[in-house]
């Protein structure tokens, strides 16, 4: 891969930058372009189809399909699995919004587990406690590309009947037990978001499923309830993903096992320049579970004010880092009504008060990622 030159020495490190991938496949990806601006071919033609073969191969699924964003597939998935007006839908406190606003947006109620401390995953004990009369699903959500511990989650759901829907928005290809993320579940809900792991050039996203039947009934859902044209057998969206958004993903999948080795590389090194810092955590990993590091979350231990006082440093350096997520979901204001107080779910609000994610990005160069380690050793004072 041919990579731009170095950077100046004390040039601005962001925390994502896809111009060094930009300048490896720009010609790539024109050209794919190229081919659909003659095919004149916009929505649900060849790009697409040829597109959800290719991820359902990549996580070994027999169906997926493609929709307009991740939030869709979240959302497209738990219609398809029943929940509606009424129903409850565990979810972890500690994730992007948008889990939520899937439930939300379907009239049923989000209902906050805990998080493990080490992992920053939903806590099997903790969907135990939230169960109901009323639940439907389980949405666990694999985050920063780290899957959840699905063994006793699956479980749980086959012996309540309730279905199990992967948030994979953030762990495209990472490998739980040697089983890809997103595989496991009833449906695994991908995000191409820009700044995800394959990341189109615009919204996309998609659905895997083991179920012929499920897949069949989801691109009737994505669009307009549609069985045959012009013929709605049941209340649909405009939920599709379009030809130039596959042709760039599919450009893009050519290179994403070298990308992630590259990130995972980038990992490594932060690893163990950061280890032994005082009062920094490197992210942990899972026994058996691979890591794909779409995102770099390391702890700052002591609270939010010491956390952002870091941050300021890094600034002060020229480093770009960002809190993902700086406040769990229960005491975010969208969700106050259902008065979850704070001190009900601990490790999802320390997890918010101490998370600090660092630049990642296969491109980061060696000398860049020394940078950052510098920088942060300055800041804790060692
Ligand atoms: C990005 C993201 C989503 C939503 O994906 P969009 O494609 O932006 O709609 C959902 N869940 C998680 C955990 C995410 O990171």
Known sequence: ????????????????????EWSAIGAEIRSALDGVFSSQHWILGPEGQALEREIAQL???PCAVGVASGTDALMLSLHAAGVGAGDDVIIPAFTFVATASAV??????????DIEPE?????????????????????????????????????LGARRGIAVIEDNAQSLAAKYRGRATGSLGAFGCVSFYPSKILGAYGDAGMILTAS???????????????????ISTERGWNSRLDEIQAAVLRVKLRHLAQWTAARQRVARAYDSLLSGLPGIRTPKGREGCEHVYSVYTIRVEGGSERRDRVRQ?????GISSVVYYPVPLHLQPLYAAAGVKRGALPHSERAADEVLSLPIYPGLTEAQIERVANALKEAVGS
């Open 119 to 155: 992992t920053f995953a939903i806590d099997p004990a903790g969907i135990e406690q939230g169960l109901t009369p009323r639940t439907r699903a389980i949405i666990p959500v694999h985050l920063f590309g780290l899957s959840a511990e699905m063994d006793p989650i699956l479980a």
């Open 104 to 113: 939300s947006a379907l009239g049923a109620r989000p209902v906050f587990a």
């Open 212 to 230: 012929q039947s499920a897949a069949e009934r989801l691109r009737a859902l994505r669009n307009h309830g549609e069985t045959t044209r012009y």
């Open 1 to 20: 891969m041919s990579l731009p030159a170095a950077p100046k020495n004390d040039a601005p490190i962001p925390l994502l930058d896809l111009r060094g």
């Open 313 to 317: 440093h890094l600034a002060g350096r």
């Open 59 to 61: 996580c070994g699924v």
